[in-house]
């Protein structure tokens, strides 16, 4: 099945290296092609579908990650008498009935980051 991009989109040429990273800024002039605004150049080109690799956003990667693993997140962290903590932002996951806290943060990216890392480890 041939690649779908959208406007938005951060590409990566697999034929020519020096086109790091680009911008798929409009469809091209056939359903195999789109316009890509690359990063170290003026102006845009048509690019061929299968020419082109999809640079995941980093905020998808986090969010698909807090599926996976079923977690959560919050931005009102407090401690067992309800008083709001300094490092309000945390992921949280659900086991057995009640939520735990796999990290907390005074960054919501941060907080998700620390996470993945700590579960990579």
């Keep these: 099945m041939t690649q779908q991009f959208k406007f938005g989109d951060m590409v990566k040429s697999r034929m020519r290296p020096n086109k790091t990273l680009g ?4 469809a091209g002039s056939n359903q195999y092609s789109y316009i890509i605004r690359w990063a170290h150049e003026k102006g845009v080109s048509q690019e061929h ?7 995941p956003h980093p905020d998808t990667v986090r969010l698909d990650w807090l599926a996976k693993n079923d977690c959560s997140l919050t931005e009102r962290l407090c401690d067992e008498d309800k008083d709001l903590l300094d490092t309000p932002f945390a992921v949280i996951q659900i086991q057995e009935g009640h939520f735990e806290v796999l990290v907390a943060a005074t960054n919501i990216r941060q907080a998700i980051d620390t996470a993945m890392r700590e579960k990579a480890a």
């Design 49 to 55: 579908t299968e020419s082109l690799e999809l640079i």
């Design 23 to 26: 911008l798929v800024v409009d």
